[in-house]
């Protein structure tokens, strides 16, 4: 089969079952292979609907993680959870350190941090000790994916207050 540049194009069913779920959202290279995987879509048949794709601008990991880092840094997640999240979608690891150091800087994990912990620090009860508040406070920003370091110096400046 070939489009109207005289291009071949993958048979039908792959190309536009992978279409048809790219058009709910964007999507990683490898989610979309485990999509086609899953509808028993054969190997070869899958690479040549995907590498359509990638040429039409429909797979681009690199615009993907790009975006759903702002998404996640949007949702106060410290680097270790995005990096779990990201991998979790199928992002190749390198690319997802070299989208993170460029995308995410240690100032604006901090500032998303002390925010996290501000938030959880007013849903304390009233005259909670030290001790239980900052074991509160650490737990909310390791489930959040903060470094430990992170998380004791931000805890350590909102307990001084």
């Given at each position: 089969?070939?489009?109207?540049?005289?291009?071949?194009?993958?048979?039908?069913?792959?190309?536009?079952?992978?279409?048809?779920?790219?058009?709910?959202?964007?999507?990683?290279?490898?989610?979309?292979?485990?999509?086609?995987?899953?509808?028993?879509?054969?190997?070869?048949?899958?690479?040549?609907?995907?590498?359509?794709?990638?040429?039409?601008?429909?797979?681009?990991?690199?615009?993907?993680?790009?975006?759903?880092?702002?998404i996640?840094?949007?949702?106060?997640r410290?680097?270790?959870?995005?990096?779990?999240?990201?991998?979790?979608?199928?992002?190749?690891?390198?690319?997802?350190?070299?989208?993170?150091?460029?995308?995410?800087?240690?100032?604006?994990?901090?500032?998303?941090?002390?925010?996290?912990?501000?938030?959880?620090?007013?849903?304390?009860?009233?005259?909670?000790?030290?001790?239980?508040?900052?074991?509160?406070?650490?737990?909310?920003?390791?489930?959040?994916?903060?470094?430990?370091?992170?998380?004791?110096?931000?805890?350590?400046?909102?307990?001084?207050q």
């Open positions: 089969m070939t489009d109207e540049q005289g291009k071949k194009t993958p048979e039908r069913p792959a190309f536009d079952m992978a279409a048809d779920f790219l058009a709910r959202r964007m999507r990683a290279e490898r989610e979309v292979r485990k999509f086609l995987d899953g509808r028993g879509i054969d190997e070869g048949e899958a690479d040549e609907a995907i590498d359509r794709l990638k040429e039409l601008g429909y797979i681009d990991d690199r615009a993907y993680a790009t975006r759903y880092l702002e996640l840094v949007g949702r106060k410290g680097r270790k959870r995005i990096k779990d999240e990201m991998r979790r979608r199928g992002l190749d690891a390198g690319l997802v350190e070299e989208i993170l150091c460029d995308g995410y800087t240690e100032p604006a994990e901090r500032e998303n941090a002390l925010r996290v912990a501000e938030k959880a620090m007013s849903a304390l009860p009233e005259g909670v000790d030290a001790r239980e508040a900052a074991r509160k406070l650490s737990s909310r920003l390791v489930w959040q994916g903060y470094d430990y370091d992170l998380i004791d110096s931000v805890v350590g400046e909102l307990l001084k």
